[in-house]
């Protein structure tokens, strides 16, 4: 776990895969029983193995629902934690590995377009032993998100960059590269290519999978929103280890490697492009690496296993137009791509993976809806704190200079 915030490129993937059946999880119900039995061969001769059940029932202390809705389809909605958004999951998992580490104090650096900072900012917070620093463009973020960046304080700090998402990944690379920071400090990379976010992420696709064949005697196929495809891997592998999943859907916005891929193409990232599904504005999706490592290249048995498709803003719109009347739903932007995927699929069995609550993307949703999105009570309490950040130019001298100003305090 502790490698899994390494600094290096590399992307680091189980060795090998367990093999489950479906009776070793009998008894299992909750998120954080089926997360104990799913992660104990993950955990196997680390030291944080016996905590794993502690560290299971701290993070996962929020609900994850599976909904029924109409034809044979139903939403698993995974915006019920403290941000709103499916990255608390991982966060939390993530938190609570790190503070059982008790390690010499470390210091967390963050670059986010919007979710993943207010995720881990969140998990952390007032957690010991552990500092959060997050960059975030200043002119990037929603409203709501720069609240979820700025309101924490305590150990948490936050920077309005000057600049864009990739002025901030830069500043977080060069302060990780610079061993006269990284060494005092302790410093370390969260962001969603961490292993330690993508093994708990597998828990809810093996907890909900499982609810639905005990129900329904069918396994369903999952429609996942998907960006940097950090989740459709977590949904992959858990269909590899043996949880009854039949197939793994990945919808994207308007940024179309993966489906392109999908579609017979060669593998071509591309510039992001900007879109309504902003959490999912990327061109070139690093956790492609982890899917090709999976099937080995083998394209067939990847095309037997997933599928993809593009949606585009004016898709987007008419989902989250019609959601209320075709499926008694309100969409945030990054579910209504999976929404669309969905309606084009036969009428087999479909889980939707609903990622982020609509109200956080109220500005894009309400008008669309004709009516204010409610406010879940977790965000509220967040929205209603004030916030502070400090302004930072992006040239690194100067964020070198803030960091080293720590080294002794
Ligand atoms: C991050 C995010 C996604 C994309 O997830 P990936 O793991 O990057 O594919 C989708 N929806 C929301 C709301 C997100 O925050």
Known sequence: ???????????????????????????????????TRLLTPFFEGD??????????????DFPVP???????????????GPTAAFKDVGARFLAECLSRLKAPEQMILVATSGDTGGAVAAAFHRKPGVRVVILFPKDGVSDRQRRQLTCWGDNIEAFAVLGTFDDCQRLVKSALADESLRVPLNLRAANSINIGRLLPQMAYY????????REHGVEPAFAVPSGNVGNASAALW??????PIRRVALATNANAAV????????????ASISTLANAMDVGNPSNMERVFDLYANDRAQLSRDALSLSVTDDEIRQCIREGESRWNSIWCPHTATAVRLREQQSSDEWILVATAHPAKFESIVEPLIGRPVPVPPA?????????????????FSTFRGRLSHKITS
Not at 47 to 60: G, K, M, N, T, V
């Open 259 to 270: 489906p392109n891929y999908f579609a017979g193409g060669e593998w071509a990232p591309q």
């Open 238 to 243: 858990a269909k590899r280890v043996g949880l």
């Open 66 to 80: 599976l909904k029924s809705l109409a034809r044979k389809t139903a939403v698993l909605e995974l915006f019920h």
């Open 47 to 60: 030291r944080l193995a016996p905590q794993l059940r502690d560290i299971c029932e701290s993070a996962f």
């Open 379 to 395: 965000l509220a309490a967040i929205l209603n704190k004030p916030g502070s950040s400090e302004e930072l130019p992006t040239d």
């Open 206 to 213: 093996a907890t909900a999978s499982l609810e639905y064949f």
């Open 1 to 35: 776990m502790e490698a899994g915030l390494a600094v290096d490129g590399g992307l680091f993937v189980p060795e090998t895969f367990p093999k489950f059946q479906i009776k070793d999880f009998d008894g299992c119900v909750s998120l954080a029983q089926v997360a």
